[in-house]
């Protein structure tokens, strides 16, 4: 391997392993029911949020393959799932790869 990609793999596992590390320090401070850290939360959901609605509406690779319609269809089943299952993700999860490769395949 080269020098350049070793000294890239050391510096980012520095610089994650360094946050997390500050941040297990900065916890105990931290209220779980405190405005800032409600906010932080808001913020990771928002931002996931946006990124799936993203993957979804503008997908990149072989997901761009896959018309709308099957994709919405997906989506709305995994919701419906996602409430029936008493809002457990890992049946939906599971779940809509499956239907989104058999709907794919067969239309």
Do not use: H, Q
């Not at 990609?5 to 320090?25: D, E, N, Q």
């Not at 709308?68 to 409430?83: A, E, H």
């Amino acid at each position: 391997m080269s020098s350049a990609v070793v000294s890239a793999i050391l510096i980012t596992s520095i610089a994650t392993y360094l946050s997390r590390f500050f941040g297990v320090i900065s916890s105990k401070n931290i209220k779980e029911k405190s405005k800032i850290f409600r906010w932080f939360n808001c913020l990771a959901y928002s931002t996931l949020a946006a990124l799936i609605t993203r993957i979804i509406i503008f997908p990149e690779g072989d997901l761009s393959e896959v018309g709308y319609t099957i994709r919405f269809m997906v989506i709305l089943i995994s919701i419906l799932l996602f409430f029936i299952t008493n809002r457990n993700v890992v049946y939906p999860t599971v779940f809509s790869a499956f239907l989104l490769s058999f709907l794919n395949y067969f239309f």
